[in-house]
């Protein structure tokens, strides 16, 4: 369980009892707190990462909820996630680079990708305009990629590659005051302020 906390308030990442399912959609896990009752885990946002504490100009390793991810940064400053394993041959992409262009490339066969888990650039079709076509647009080509967002300082991922959680991400995003307090959650002045630094702690869980 990853704890990242600023003095005086906590938000700990929890872990799943059910990994995420084949298609990338959201799947329902049993409650840890509650036997029967169960918890859309794969349908909220989660930090991940403290944004001072990343590289930009390096992909970075992270866990959530089972799921392996390699965060990155493109040239536009933007930040993005996709499953940490290379769909050729299962490398970890983490361990890749950062291209001049943007995209992350992995560093066993060089094979290249975009923030939405594309596949833009296959190096052993270099010279065949249309090899390289086909074979990149081909689904099996293609990594999951999950939306994130830039809120308080923290790299927030929804654990969920559908098209349906990208629509979702993009018309609901993750408000400004996510850690407001709950108990009074239509008071106006119920909002967070940041007062210090955030620090990451990893630790381990059985």
């Not at 991810?69 to 769909?87: F, I, M, N, Q």
């Amino acid at each position: 369980m990853a704890s990242i906390t600023p003095a005086g308030v906590h938000g700990d990442v929890a872990s799943s009892p059910a990994p995420p399912s084949a298609t990338g959609g959201p799947q329902a896990a049993a409650s840890p707190q509650r036997s029967g009752e169960t918890f859309p885990w794969f349908e909220h946002w989660y930090p991940v990462a403290v944004l001072p504490d990343l590289d930009p100009r390096k992909p970075h390793a992270a866990h959530l909820l089972g799921i392996p991810l390699a965060l990155w940064r493109d040239k536009s400053g933007t930040w993005h996630a996709v499953e940490d394993k290379c769909p050729h041959r299962l490398a970890p992409l983490s361990e890749g680079r950062v291209e001049s262009d943007g995209t992350l490339q992995c560093a066993y066969h060089g094979w290249q990708f975009d923030g939405r888990g594309a596949c833009t650039h296959i190096p052993q079709l270099r010279g065949d305009d249309k090899a390289q076509q086909v074979a990149c647009a081909s689904r099996r080509a293609c990594v999951r990629a999950f939306p994130v967002q830039e809120v308080h300082g923290l790299l927030w991922v929804l654990p969920d590659s559908s098209e349906a959680a990208w629509s979702k991400a993009a018309e609901k995003p993750l408000p400004a005051n996510a850690f407001r307090d709950l108990t009074t959650p239509d008071d106006p002045s119920n909002s967070f302020v940041q007062f210090g630094n955030w620090f990451a702690r990893d630790l381990p869980i059985r």
